[in-house]
Each structure stands twice: as C-alpha cells, then as structure tokens.
C-alpha cells in the first residue's frame, strides 16, 4: 500500500507541476494577447504610421481644396457645350445618369466647403490623436458618401464612351 501512495503523490506532484507549466503559459499568451491588442496605443511605430497616414492624409486634402476650382469647372464642362455626343443606343442611359450628375455636381461644391471648413480647423485642434480620428473618420466618410456617385458617374460614363468607341468611333 505503501507503493501506491508514494505512487499517487508523485502522480499529483507531476499533475502539479504541469498545471504549473500550463499557468505559466496560459499567462504568458493572456500577456501577448493583451500586447497585440494594445500595440496601436503602445509602441511608437504604429503611431507614427498613424501620424504618417494623417499627414499624407491631410496633404491630399489641401490639394483638393487648393484645386477645388478646376475640380468644378472639369466636372461642368460637359454642361457648358450646346449638347453632348451619345450614341443612339445608349440614350436612354445616359439621359438618366445626367441628372444625377448635375444633382451631383452641386453636392461637389458642399462636401468641398467641408473640406476647406476642416482643413482651416485641423491645424487649430489641441485633442490628442484618439479623440481627432474618430472625426477625422466621420468626416471623410461623409466626404466618401459625396464624392461615390460622381466615381459612378466617371465609370459608367467611361464605359458608354468606350463602346460606343467600339460600335461606331467617335462623331
């Protein structure tokens, strides 16, 4: 009986131990998890990428405000002629995208007021990078909602453009 005992206490030593080894692991992944979970806030790496990306961010914009002018007469310029080439097949098309884009056209000249509201109010910011991206977010969200028709637009004009191109040329 005596072997057995001695049997059954190395038996839960070793259990023990490995329970032991199993927490040591277990905490040792808790750890990496929390680390990989708090890496954009910890290391200096990804916020300076983050700083990276709303400087270049910030630099497009500026452009776009800059240019906002030529943006609106190069988006017009189909308006300004007496009519616009379109083949007979795609007529019916084209006749309903282009009130959409003039519906568009005059949204452009908002969501570029928002852009030139922010980009004279970014500078001015004193809240810390958690609090600025989150507006930074809506507001190019709002700036992506307005600007994803007239990328619709271009594409399906592009498209109309190109086969016609394919069935007759230019007129």
């Known amino acids: 009986m005596s072997n057995t005992t001695s049997e059954f206490i190395a038996l839960l030593q070793t259990i023990n131990s490995q329970k032991m080894v199993m927490n040591n692991i277990f905490t040792e992944y808790e750890k990496r998890k929390i680390d990989r979970d708090m890496a ?22 500026s452009t776009t405000v800059k240019q906002a002018d030529r ?10 002629n007496n009519h616009i080439n379109i083949h007979r097949n795609y007529h019916k098309e084209a006749s309903a995208v282009l009130p959409l884009m003039e519906k568009t056209i005059h949204q452009l000249d908002q969501n570029l007021d928002n852009l030139t509201q922010f980009s004279h109010s970014a500078p001015r910011m004193t809240v810390d990078l958690s609090e600025a991206l989150p507006l930074i977010a809506s507001r190019l969200a709002r700036l992506h909602s307005g600007l994803r028709p007239i990328v619709q637009l ?18």
């Open 71 to 80: 943006l609106v007469s190069r988006l017009q310029r189909p308006f300004m």
């Open 40 to 61: 954009d806030v910890l290391h200096v790496d990804v916020q300076e990428q983050r700083l990276c990306d709303v400087e270049h961010l910030a630099s497009h914009l």
């Open 154 to 171: 271009n594409s399906l004009l592009l498209n109309t453009s190109v086969m016609c191109e394919k069935e007759q040329g230019y007129r």
